[in-house]
């Protein structure tokens, strides 16, 4: 052994440390040392922070099962049998300063175990984290180690901890299809149904946002003279658009009291079987108001597709353009526009 080299045995743990390399080794594998409250703590509070607590308790869950499965092959291939590897592994957590663990019921047959705990590292940073519920490490651990052991998946459950006013912590062991595998598809598949929800409402807001400033927008009642206004039609109309644009119509020729109300299809491209069906019905509720319809800015092609639907026009007066239909309302109010 070298001079700066040094070994240590407790309880039949070997310890060894190599002054000259820097190097800590705890039964023949290298390891490192952590504070607790500080350097410890602050790594599970860091872990907490950026994933959230209850993606931090699963990671923590599954890190502790999978180390677990580790150590139970490892010593399952250095003890001669099982009593031996019973025997051995609280005393090797003990010496390891994870805390004193009890197996207080072991049963092969049944595949079950119950475990105590006292003093542990995980009780000791909950404590200084201000928990409420225990963490879920060294649970997850113990039953990657009895999963190995039983040659079966084992889950566990709680029954005694301090934060519930217990003086130990005591931990039931026994088969289940549960893992940290399934915990943690669960946990991504909540995440994208989360997920998928909020881009739903987000979606849902903005659609909200879009049809009100369409609203706002399309369609508007423009009073041009006395008794006579202008409506703008332009863009594809559907079910909730119609019903806004008819009552919006009605509401503007009581509150101008308009005779002469003159439709706009400048911006209408083409006619669909819904906006045709729309310019008949609110053609029919004008006339029912007492107002005038008036019709201006139908193109070659929009009349092509008027006289194609079965629409006639005849009783209807329309224009080329807007100043068009003005001066004719103009008339029919008993007004013209002159000129100085």
Same mark, same amino acid.
Request: proline fraction near 3%; glycine fraction near 6%; aromatic fraction near 10%.
């Given at each position: 052994?070298?001079p700066?080299e040094?070994? *240590?045995?407790?309880?039949?743990?070997?310890?060894?440390?190599?002054?000259?390399?820097g190097?800590?080794? =705890? #039964?023949?594998?290298d390891?490192? /040392?952590?504070? +607790?409250?500080?350097?410890?703590?602050t790594?599970?509070?860091?872990? #907490?922070?950026?994933? @959230?607590?209850?993606? !931090?308790?699963?990671?923590?869950?599954?890190t502790?099962?999978?180390?677990?499965?580790?150590?139970?092959?490892f010593?399952?291939?250095?003890?001669?049998?099982?009593e031996?590897? /019973?025997?051995l592994?609280?005393?090797?957590y003990?010496?390891?300063?994870?805390?004193?663990?009890?197996?207080? #019921?072991?049963?092969?047959?049944? *595949?079950?175990?119950?475990?105590?705990?006292?003093?542990?590292? #995980?009780? %000791?940073?909950?404590?200084?984290?201000? %928990?409420?519920?225990?963490? &879920?490490?060294?649970?997850?651990?113990? !039953?990657?180690?009895?999963? @190995?052991?039983f040659?079966?998946?084992?889950?566990?459950?709680?029954?005694?901890?301090?934060?519930?006013?217990?003086d130990?912590?005591?931990?039931?062991?026994?088969?289940?299809?549960?893992?940290?595998a399934e915990?943690?598809?669960e946990? /991504?598949?909540? $995440?994208?149904?989360?997920?998928?929800?909020?881009?739903?409402?987000?979606?849902?807001?903005?659609?909200?946002?879009?049809?009100k400033?369409?609203?706002?927008?399309?369609?508007?009642?423009?009073p041009?003279?006395?008794?006579?206004?202008v409506?703008?039609?332009m863009?594809?109309?559907?079910?909730?658009?119609?019903?806004?644009?008819?009552?919006?119509?009605l509401?503007? !020729?009581?509150? =101008?009291? !308009?005779?002469?109300?003159?439709?706009?299809?400048?911006?209408?491209?083409?006619l669909?079987? =819904?906006?045709?069906?729309l310019?008949?019905? +609110?053609?029919?509720?004008?006339?029912?108001?007492?107002?005038t319809?008036?019709?201006?800015? +139908?193109?070659p092609?929009?009349?092509?597709?008027?006289?194609? &639907?079965?629409?006639?026009l005849r009783?209807?007066?329309?224009?080329?353009t807007?100043?068009?239909?003005v001066?004719?309302?103009?008339?029919?109010?008993?007004?013209? +526009?002159t000129? $100085?």
């Amino acid at each position: 052994m070298k001079p700066n080299e040094h070994v *240590k045995t407790v309880d039949g743990v070997r310890f060894s440390w190599d002054m000259d390399r820097g190097l800590l080794q =705890y #039964e023949g594998a290298d390891v490192v /040392l952590f504070w +607790i409250d500080t350097a410890f703590k602050t790594f599970i509070d860091t872990i #907490e922070e950026i994933t @959230g607590t209850e993606s !931090a308790r699963i990671v923590m869950e599954a890190t502790g099962y999978r180390t677990g499965k580790i150590v139970s092959d490892f010593f399952a291939r250095n003890t001669k049998n099982e009593e031996e590897l /019973l025997t051995l592994l609280p005393n090797i957590y003990k010496s390891a300063g994870w805390g004193s663990f009890t197996i207080i #019921e072991f049963s092969n047959e049944r *595949k079950e175990a119950v475990i105590q705990l006292r003093e542990d590292w #995980e009780l %000791k940073i909950n404590q200084l984290q201000n %928990k409420k519920e225990p963490g &879920s490490f060294l649970a997850g651990h113990w !039953a990657g180690i009895l999963s @190995g052991l039983f040659q079966e998946k084992v889950w566990y459950r709680i029954v005694k901890h301090p934060f519930s006013g217990d003086d130990v912590t005591e931990i039931e062991f026994f088969p289940s299809n549960i893992s940290p595998a399934e915990n943690i598809r669960e946990l /991504l598949s909540s $995440k994208e149904q989360y997920e998928i929800t909020t881009l739903e409402a987000m979606v849902e807001d903005r659609t909200r946002d879009l049809k009100k400033l369409v609203s706002d927008l399309s369609s508007p009642i423009i009073p041009v003279l006395e008794n006579i206004v202008v409506v703008p039609m332009m863009g594809r109309f559907d079910e909730s658009r119609s019903t806004e644009l008819i009552e919006k119509t009605l509401q503007g !020729a009581i509150d =101008y009291q !308009a005779n002469i109300i003159i439709f706009d299809v400048t911006g209408m491209n083409e006619l669909d079987n =819904y906006a045709i069906s729309l310019l008949g019905n +609110i053609i029919q509720a004008v006339s029912l108001v007492g107002a005038t319809p008036i019709i201006v800015g +139908i193109s070659p092609d929009l009349s092509m597709q008027l006289i194609s &639907s079965g629409v006639y026009l005849r009783e209807l007066k329309c224009f080329a353009t807007l100043k068009h239909a003005v001066h004719y309302g103009l008339a029919l109010e008993g007004m013209q +526009i002159t000129f $100085k």
